[in-house]
C-alpha cells in the first residue's frame, strides 16, 4: 500500500542521513578515540618524549588522526596547506545544524506514519470476518498511552 512504501522510503532515507551525518554519544566518542602508542626505554625518555619531533609534524597537525603531514612535505610543497577562513567554518556548522534538523523532521514523519500505519492495519483486522464478540465479555484492560491512543486487551473466551 501507499503507506507501507512511504514508511520504507522514509526509513531509507533516514538510514542514509545517519550514515552521512557523524552521530557520535559519549560512549561512541570513547570507542573511537584512537591511540598511538610509542614504545621509549625508559621513564626519563618518556618525559623528554618530543610528539613534535617523533612525528616530524608541525604542532598545529599533531591532533590529526589521519593525513597528518611530515615538514617536508610542507616544505617540498607536496601537501597544500590552506587556512580556513572563520565565515566558511560557520558556514559549515550552519549547514551541519539544518541537517540535523532535517533529519529530526525525516524521523517525525516516520513516526506518524507509522502510527497511521498501525491504525489503518487495526481497522482492517476489525473489518476482517471474524465471529463478533459477545457483548457479556467486557475487556481485561484498556491502556491509554501519551499520544493519545488506547489499547483495549480483550479476555479470551473458554472455548467449550
Partial sequence: ?????????????????????LLLTEEDEKKLKNKHIVFVEDEEEEQ?????KFFET????????????TKSQ????KFLVTDVQEDSIEQIEVNKVKQYEHLLARINRKRKLD???SELSTKKGDMAKKPRRPENVKP???IEKPDGKTVTIWKTPRKK
Fill in 58 to 69: 608541525p604542532k598545529e597537525y599533531l591532533t590529526r588522526v589521519f593525513n597528518r603531514p
Fill in 140 to 142: 481485561l484492560k484498556i
Fill in 1 to 21: 500500500t501507499y503507506l507501507e512504501a512511504m514508511r520504507q522510503k522514509e526509513s531509507k532515507s533516514i538510514d542514509k542521513l545517519k550514515n552521512s551525518l
Fill in 74 to 77: 610542507i616544505e617540498k610543497g
Fill in 115 to 117: 502510527s497511521l500505519y
Fill in 48 to 52: 623528554n618524549f618530543d610528539e613534535e
